[in-house]
């Protein structure tokens, strides 16, 4: 059975006071500009698969052309090649990720002060 032919589930709120919620919250705003979305469109695809999650989300893939139009507008948008060099890259072990600060999650490894002997 696919999930379009599946009743939505109910949330614990009302969709309105979720919506009101996640569009005051700064992670969805800063989630929503990641992503190239308004705020509004990144917040009804997050209600839309709450209620129904067994949705599978879509993965739309840009052509060439379109990455290049898109990397002369934003030297730090990632290309596809782009992307499977750098994830060559961490399963050989010659990189690590490097989360940018806005997307960290705030868990930093503690520094251990040296002991001088």
């Known amino acids: ?6 009743p939505q589930r109910k949330l614990k709120e009302p969709v309105e006071s979720l919506r009101k919620r996640l569009l005051e919250d700064p992670n969805v705003q ?10 509004e469109q990144f ?3 997050v209600i839309d698969y709450a209620q129904n999650p067994d949705k599978k989300p879509v993965l739309t893939l840009m052509s060439e052309e379109d990455e290049a139009a898109v990397k002369a507008e934003n030297p730090k948008f990632l290309t596809t090649q782009e992307i499977n060099r750098e994830l060559e890259k961490l399963v050989n072990g010659e990189s690590k990720l490097d989360i940018p600060g806005e997307f960290a999650d705030g868990f930093e490894k503690a520094q251990k002060k040296k002991v001088e002997m």
Do not use: D, F, I
């Open 43 to 45: 917040v009804e695809k």
């Open 30 to 39: 800063r989630s929503a500009k990641a992503l190239q979305l308004t705020p």
């Open 1 to 6: 059975m696919s999930s379009e032919n599946q």
